[in-house]
């Protein structure tokens, strides 16, 4: 008799949360599959937000100079869709995927510190909260001494220093009033959710791997998790010291950034591209693990190149530490620093070059079925191609001083990030909805948003690349009618409603599809890695028990053997191990230990928006109440065990 | 051509050649000096290796798609895990296109970073949101205009006032960030007498996109004129009575004067923090450039500065129609 081994209801300061249903369950799950759906469905809220950002900057911009949008409205939309796409879209969007996949890939029941992820997801729903919350209570203004025709709007009251921050602009006396603070703050604190995270999967992935599961039989996605979180780890401290730099040159009179206190503002460009430039592969590298999964699957072929890929990927976060200063080719740096920099740039190339030539390579002489994801992955092979290429004309640093600052840069790392990052992730978002939701998406929906999408964007990004080789500059509100760059800027605007319009259809596609598509079996792509061996969807349990792994795509190799050409063949008893698999997924045999829900990750996170109010706002009994319920999440998590004691022996301890 | 009997496309490619062909006086891509035409060399270069890359990299993914699309026909593939060989060589051949592109990159870094002998010297100071030049071996002070001799190189030495700016004057040479506390650099070179147009690159606060500017480049003798005239005062005998008279007694007591400064008027010396008015009349804009200076565009920006310049330093006075008409007068003699 097989059964979940129920929490005993004692607890210490709270009874422990028990309910299996309803919003309080999801409030104290630690269920990472749980907490992957809720990372998802946060972040594309954000997404929608950020786009619907986007659209008012687009709309401004459909003619020269236009009304639309205020100065103030206009740069504060700016700032804040940058600072949400990339911390509250794409990021967590990723961390939705490494959480839902990481332990189904690599055959765990669960990631190695399951309250632990739970925090990482609550502070990063807090820290999207409390900078938003800049909408409702923040200021802006002129700089000090300047003057306004206008009050400032709501909308206007955003933070307005862009997402890069760039000192001493986004200081104390040129952006006066909280937005800047609540920037500043909340990326703080987001940048805490990630980097829990980030230790956390690298646990899980050096300890959590199931018998057999070596390093080099990991499905690529999870290598690219793995990257990404050494990436994280590495990085994110660099910002959180600088931002600390920038809250207490704000808050507290240091000169950290202000020359005249002997401060430097290209210091800050420094530390904020150290960290920025390997964000820019943090948010793209799972893309790649994404397509490098996808498309081997609906080719019918393994990966080309599987060590290549993985170290490819590795070689690029490690060189990606060693290119920040491409950002800042025409900032005060000497040649010898733009020389150097321009080479580090061009090597990065190579990697991602070998992967490219790579995925090619997988889909050469394979039997390619076009459903939506795989179209998604080509289309990512196609946009990406574009990003890399304009990539490289900027490490061409004479050519860069001409290009930087101007919508040629935004083409280019809108290719990457939309074209490349978010591509692979609808790739995704599509590739495993069937094993998420146990259903089959609209096939018909997904092609045409997959078309919607890829015209909008090329006429949203496409002329971009043109109109900043005309000479149009980022970050303006308005550019002048002579300029001659109004026909342009109005095709990219359509495009942008295009994009918006694809959206939609993605939407009602997988509204409609959650509870009317049909049933999609446990492996409707006859895939390659484990996480298709087990039924749709996944159940509580993950594995009903520890899978054993053989080889790399080892459950394509359950499936098929090679004939002597070295085409696969079916194995007569693929059949009947698929049913026996689903019989056994749905039906463990042992006992089976979980870790327990429990309240105190989402208290522990709660305090921090109290602290950075306190800050803003200089108020003790905030920073009182946030310390105190800091202090109660990590007194109560630190006294309450993961898992309740049990009798039996569940083989996963 | 067929596909030209479709009105429509027919527009549509017209609409596509002529936004090509339109003037853009901020195009990057159509040089007018030294410094310019050695970068758009080094950008074609790299274009065309990379339209090649690209044309390659597409043409392979489209020849996949179209050719081993699934069949009814179609085989099981064959499982190929890699090839040592292909990887290596699509390693090393990005590395020599790469190693073709990185010679010449890395000479003009240097070289447009040099000090050409026999500069003409100015100083760029960078303000929210106008550019002020100085010349310090003529003794001028002026603003949203830099006026060049052609053909000679100009050696420009930039700070920023506040905030980070970027100084950009696509068809004579690349961006240069101006930083307060520090002194960048930037060559510029033009072939003809001809007025360029100049942009703030780096987002520099509210009104970082009405923060441009003009150059112009003048023959030596133009120039030579141009800097003797800058040299004297302005100021000549205003007939007591006139409408420009009036302006003068309103500059005096509106308050300008706390910002601006108009040499040889009282006996203000020195810097202020607002442009320099000395030769307002014969600068073709104003306003960090982001209004020409005719009468109409005056009296808007008199009437209410940030109205047109969100967070502009320069306050509304508050002036009754009158005295903008009487400021305009005087403003226009300033010649």
């Not at chain 1, 790649?288 to 990966?303: A, C, Y």
Request: with cysteine.
């Amino acid at each position: 008799m097989t059964k979940i081994i129920e929490p005993r209801k004692q607890s210490n300061i709270f009874k422990r949360p028990s309910s299996e249903t309803g919003i309080w369950s999801w409030i104290t799950t630690v269920d990472h599959k749980r907490i992957g759906i809720m990372y998802g469905y946060a972040a594309f809220f954000f997404l929608l937000v950020g786009g619907l950002e986007a659209l008012l900057l687009r709309i401004q911009l459909a003619s020269p100079d236009n009304n639309f949008l205020s100065a103030a409205e206009y740069n504060a939309m700016f700032t804040m869709h940058g600072t949400t796409m990339i911390f509250l879209a794409i990021m967590p969007i990723s961390a939705a995927f490494f959480n839902y996949l990481l332990p189904l890939q690599i055959g765990a029941r669960d990631v190695a510190f399951p309250r632990l992820n739970a925090l990482s997801f609550w502070i990063f729903i807090f820290g999207g909260v409390f900078l938003y919350s800049t909408f409702l209570f923040g200021t802006a203004g002129a700089p000090q001494g300047g003057y306004l025709a206008e009050e400032v709007s709501r909308l206007g009251s955003a933070p307005n220093g862009g997402w890069f921050g760039y000192q001493p602009n986004a200081g104390f006396k040129y952006s006066p009033g909280t937005a800047m603070d609540y920037w500043a703050i909340g990326l703080q604190i987001l940048g805490i959710a990630s980097l829990v995270s980030a230790f956390n999967f690298i646990t899980t992935i050096l300890n959590m791997r199931t018998k057999g599961m070596r390093l080099m039989r990991m499905p690529v996605f999870t290598w690219m998790t793995f990257a990404v979180s050494f990436l994280l780890a590495f990085s994110l401290p660099i910002i959180a010291i600088a931002l600390f730099y920038v809250t207490f040159d704000r808050q507290f009179g240091t000169t950290f950034f202000l020359t005249e206190g002997g401060g430097d503002p290209i210091l800050w460009q420094h530390l904020f591209w150290l960290f920025g430039h390997p964000e820019v592969y943090i948010l793209i590298l799972p893309a790649f693990g994404i397509v490098s999964e996808v498309l081997p699957t609906f080719s019918r072929k393994p990966l080309f190149g599987y060590p290549a890929i993985v170290f490819a990927g590795f070689g690029i976060a490690f060189i990606g530490f060693g290119v920040w200063a491409h950002h800042m080719f025409a900032s005060a740096i000497s040649p010898v620093a733009q020389a150097g920099f321009g080479l580090s740039t061009m090597v990065i190339a190579v990697p991602t070059g070998v992967k490219i030539f790579n995925w090619l390579g997988t889909i050469w002489g394979g039997k390619l079925k076009l459903n939506t994801p795989m179209l998604f992955s080509l289309g990512f092979i196609g946009m990406f191609v574009i990003g890399g290429l304009s990539g490289v004309t900027h490490s061409i640093v004479p050519a860069d001083t001409q290009q930087t600052d101007t919508y040629y840069v935004v083409a280019h790392f809108h290719y990457v990030l939309f074209g490349g990052a978010m591509f692979g992730i609808f790739s995704g978002l599509y590739y495993w909805f069937p094993k998420v939701w146990g259903k089959m998406y609209n096939e018909a929906l997904g092609k045409i948003h997959f078309w919607l999408m890829i015209i909008g964007f090329n006429l949203t990004f496409g002329p971009m690349h043109w109109l900043g080789l005309q000479g149009q500059v980022r970050r303006t509100w308005v550019y002048a009618e002579e300029t001659n760059l109004g026909f342009w800027n109005l095709i990219v605007s359509i495009g942008a409603f295009i994009i918006a319009l694809s959206i939609l259809v993605f939407m009602a596609n997988w509204i409609y599809s959650r509870r009317k598509g049909p049933d999609a079996g446990f492996d409707p792509w006859d895939a390659r890695t484990i996480e298709w061996s087990i039924p749709s969807p996944t159940p509580v349990w993950n594995f009903s028990k520890a899978p054993e792994v053989k080889s790399l795509d080892d459950f394509w190799h359950m499936k098929y053997d090679e004939d002597e050409d070295g085409r696969p063949v079916r194995k007569d008893s693929a059949d009947a191990l698929m049913l026996e698999l689903e019989e056994e997924g749905l039906n463990p045999k042992e006992d089976i230990v979980l870790p327990n829900p429990s309240y105190f990750p989402i208290i522990l996170a709660s305090g921090l928006p109290f602290l950075g109010y306190a800050v803003i706002y200089k108020m003790l009994p905030l920073a009182i109440v946030g310390t105190l319920l800091i202090l109660i999440g990590s007194f109560g998590w630190g006294t309450e065990p993961l898992e309740e004691e049990f009798i039996g022996d569940g083989e996963n301890e | 051509m067929k596909l030209f009997k479709d009105k429509k496309i027919f527009l549509l490619s017209f609409l596509f050649l002529s936004s090509c062909i339109e003037d853009a006086p901020l195009d990057s891509l159509s040089p007018a000096g030294p410094y310019a035409r050695s970068i758009d060399e080094l950008f074609w270069l790299t274009f065309w290796i990379a339209v090649g890359v690209f044309a390659i990299v597409q043409g392979a993914l489209l020849f996949s798609v179209f050719y081993f699309k699934e069949r009814e026909s179609s085989p099981e593939p064959k499982q190929i895990h890699g090839n040592n060989f292909l990887e290596i060589l699509w390693t090393i051949i990005p590395v020599l296109i790469l190693a073709v592109i990185a010679v010449p990159t890395v000479r003009t870094i240097f070289d447009l970073a040099r000090e050409p002998e026999d500069a003409l010297k100015i100083e760029v100071i960078g303000h929210q949101w106008w550019f002020e030049y100085k010349y310090p071996d003529f003794g001028i002070t002026t603003a949203n205009v830099l006026v060049i001799p052609e053909d000679r190189p100009v050696r420009l030495e930039m700070w920023s006032n506040d905030v980070l700016h970027n100084y950009w004057v696509p068809k004579l040479n690349g961006k240069r960030y101006l930083v307060p506390g520090q002194t960048t650099y930037l060559n510029l070179q033009a072939d003809s007498p001809e007025e360029f147009w100049a942009q703030c690159g780096e987002y520099c606060g509210l009104s970082h996109s009405k923060m441009r500017g003009r150059v112009i480049s003048m023959t030596e003798e133009d120039f030579a004129s141009w800097v003797a005239n800058e040299q004297s005062y302005a100021q000549k005998e205003l007939p007591e009575s006139s409408l420009a008279a009036e302006g003068q007694v309103v500059y005096l007591n509106a308050g300008c004067t706390q910002c601006h400064v108009i040499d040889g008027v009282w006996d203000v010396q020195g810097d202020r923090i607002a442009p320099n008015l000395t030769h307002f009349a014969n600068r073709s804009v104003f306003a960090g450039a982001a209004l020409k200076n005719n009468p109409e565009n005056l009296t808007k920006w008199l009437a209410n500065p940030a109205e047109i310049k969100p967070g502009t330093f320069m306050p509304n006075l508050e002036l009754t129609e009158k005295e903008i008409n009487a400021l305009i007068a005087y403003l226009g003699t300033l010649k």
